[in-house]
Nanobody
Framework: QVQLVESGGGLVQAGGSLRLSCAASGRTFSSYAMGWFRQAPGKEREFVAAISWSGGSTYYADSGKGRFTIPRDNAKNPVYLQMNSPKPEDTAVYYC???????????????WGQGTQVTVSS
């Protein structure tokens, strides 16, 4: 069974830092683009960041530019989300995903994790 499992979520103070991890099982995702989306209560799921299979290209939503990075290490976990200086509006469930192309469109991703809750206190 192919699975993506997020971890590292929790409660963090605004201005702190948090690192989310996405572990894979059932197959390797080294040739897949990886991404992070999030969904806050009452809101639609939105794009956060994405990285190409090689790691050579990264894309960020305006909301996270300059604060979030999306490193990947195909030898360990396929992707991380480093959240620096989080804000209360970053509070959401964060999902990692894998797909053939790097895109901000959620429908283009083939695999999704179950999500991890991130809560940023002011």
């Amino acid at each position: 069974q192919v699975q993506l499992v997020e971890s590292g979520g929790g409660l963090v103070q605004a201005g702190g830092s948090l690192r989310l991890s996405c572990a894979a099982s059932g197959r390797t995702f080294s040739s897949y683009a990886m991404g992070w989306f999030r969904q806050a209560p009452g809101k639609e799921r939105e794009f956060v960041a994405a990285i190409s299979w090689s790691g050579g290209s990264t894309y960020y939503a305006d909301s996270g530019k300059g604060r979030f990075t999306i490193p990947r290490d195909n030898a360990k976990n396929p992707v991380y989300l480093q959240m620096n200086s989080p804000k209360p509006e970053d509070t959401a469930v964060y999902y990692c995903n894998a797909g053939v192309v790097v895109t901000a469109h959620p429908g283009e991703y083939d695999y999704w994790g179950q999500g991890t809750q991130v809560t940023v206190s002011s």
